[in-house]
């Protein structure tokens, strides 16, 4: 029976012990305090928790935290007041100090946040505002991860993500980015014709310039046609007048050499009187001797031998 009881008390006391085993994920870092004052930090792995002398005062995740602050009114540089939504990304980095340091991290951040950005909008005008959203960001991140240092927080990344402006200036700009817009367009749409007629223009000039070259090469052509055909026509004309002049000396070369004798004038004298008889003529002078025309005859027959040679020479000199 006693024995029975010792094993009841002992699976009851392993049983306590059991209960009291912590195990601390990858993510998380608990802050442990005992009898009262700071006593560890644990990180992920299997802990001991000592009954009614250790108590765990808090559990820190340490992913990174995203928090969206809702719209903040600021006034700008130029007295206009805007809307600015921020996201801040942030970390615990010290769960001992984020446990001792801050009542409420959060809504010490987005107090922080909200400050710091009326500080750095202060100082900017409405159109720097629109168009700085770097430099915010990056001022901002800055002045809050100094500020925050303490806590045990580290602030990774701030970022402005809306920036509302009023309604009258909104429409306004609406307006200007409108006549903008069509400003462009007229723009591009001029651009556009122009580039339009200096191709047409040049798509003209390229054309003229190649009918002139054109008819420059046809105008040679004719030419040069016509150059040919009076060159040919000439040579023509010259071998023509050639083979004439080598005709006639040819012939007086051939009666040259004949042997003409002055009986042969005599005979041909008197072919030529009977010939004379034969025609229409009604009246007919002879000349009393015969022997006159063959005297004639060898005087012909000088003649047309000295004619003869000179023909031949003219002919050979225009050969050479």
Known sequence: MIFLILLLILVAVVVYVLGHIRVVSQSQSWVVERLGSYYATWTNGVHFLVPFVDNVVAKNSLKEQVMDFPPQPVITKDNVTIKINTVVYSQVTDSKLTTYGIENPVAALENLTATTLRNIIGDLDLDETLTSRDIINTKMRTILDGATDKWGIKVNRVEVKD????????????????????????????????????????????????????????????????????????????????????????????????????????????????????????????????????????????????DAANKKQDATNEQN
């Open 163 to 306: 920036i509302t402006p009023p309604a009258e200036i909104q429409n306004a700009m609406e307006k200007q980015m409108k006549a903008e817009r069509e400003r462009r367009a007229q723009v591009l749409a001029a651009e556009g014709n122009k580039k339009a007629a200096i191709l047409q223009a040049e798509g003209q000039k390229e054309s003229q310039i190649l009918q002139a070259q054109a008819d420059k090469e046809s105008a040679i052509q004719v030419a040069e046609g016509q150059k040919q055909s009076r060159i040919l026509e000439a040579e023509g004309q010259a071998e023509a007048i050639r083979q004439v002049q080598q005709a006639t000396a040819d012939g007086l070369s051939a009666i040259s050499q004949a042997d003409v004798t002055d009986q042969t004038l005599t005979v041909k004298g008197l072919e030529a009187v009977k010939q004379l008889a034969d025609g229409q003529a009604t009246k007919l002078v002879i000349p009393s001797e015969l022997q006159n025309i063959a005297s004639l005859g060898s005087v012909f027959k000088a003649s047309v031998t000295d």
